[in-house]
Each structure stands twice: as structure tokens, then as C-alpha cells.
């Protein structure tokens, strides 16, 4: 009983912190003279600190779903960069974050397709991975290439 208990206990702290499923290590994030946007989900009515290579750069308050965003200042490009999101006593850590820029390619095809497009789909170039889930695209440095089963 006493473990359930915990274990409730344990997973709702773990839950008061978290990023948008594109948000990790070795992610590309646009460089200046655009903002690089953050955003996810934290205790509603929380505070939300960003630092970027342990510096102060941005917060966020949670709305009253827990949903929060916060934009980074422009950067220039580079690599080896290190995030560090927190609220509360919740803290993550992201490494390896480049700021370049980043692309949305899309295509139409002329005539119908029988199969709709999958809604993840992931494709290489040497060093970077383009996912696309459900319309919104990430480049990310080091991945694989997968297509969704049919």
C-alpha cells in the first residue's frame, strides 16, 4: 500500500517538469536573428527558468493547464551548447545544442495518393535527422533513419 502510495507520489513530481517531444539533446535550434522557441508543461501557476551554458535567459509562468513557452534570445550560430530548464525543485538538462538554421520543406504530389502520408515520418542527412510529427518538423544532429509501419 505504502509503495502505491509512493510510487503516485513519485510520478506526479516527476510530472511537474517536462518539454515538447521535439526538445532534446543534440537538437538544432534556430539561430539569430530569429528566437528560438522552448515550451511544455510544469504545475499551473509555476515559474519556468531557462538558462542557456549556465546563464539566466529566459522564464515562463505555467497557464492553468501547465502549459508553458518561452523564447530563447537570438544566438549566433555554434555547438556545444547546454540548457538547463527548471521549476520548483524539477530540473532538465539538455547538451549538445547547436543553433543554426533551420528548414520546413514540404511536397505536393499532382495527383491523389492512395495511402495518406504517415504522421511521423524521420529521414537522415549525414550528421542531421528531419522528423516531422504530425505537421511540425525538428532537425536533429546524430539519428536514424525510420518510416512509421503502414
Not at 539569430?32 to 529566459?58: I, K, R
Not at 511540425?136 to 546524430?142: F, I, M, N, Q
Amino acid at each position: 500500500m505504502h509503495s502505491a502510495l509512493l510510487s503516485s507520489i513519485v510520478g506526479h513530481a516527476a510530472a511537474q517538469l517536462s518539454l515538447g517531444s521535439f526538445l532534446s539533446d543534440s537538437m538544432v535550434l534556430q539561430r539569430a536573428p530569429e528566437h528560438a522557441a522552448l515550451w511544455g508543461s510544469a504545475a499551473a501557476g509555476g515559474t519556468v527558468s531557462v538558462s542557456l551554458d549556465g546563464v539566466l535567459v529566459g522564464s515562463a509562468v505555467a497557464d492553468v493547464n501547465g502549459t508553458w513557452e518561452a523564447s530563447l534570445p537570438p544566438q549566433p550560430p555554434g555547438i556545444g551548447h547546454a540548457l538547463a530548464i527548471s521549476a520548483g525543485a524539477h530540473a532538465i538538462h539538455l547538451s549538445d545544442i547547436a543553433f543554426g538554421d533551420v528548414y520546413l520543406c514540404t511536397a505536393r504530389h499532382r495527383r491523389p495518393n492512395p495511402h495518406p502520408p504517415p504522421s511521423t515520418l524521420k529521414a537522415d542527412a549525414p550528421a542531421h535527422t528531419v522528423a516531422i510529427e504530425n505537421g511540425v518538423a525538428s532537425l536533429r544532429r546524430r539519428g536514424r533513419a525510420t518510416w512509421p509501419s503502414a
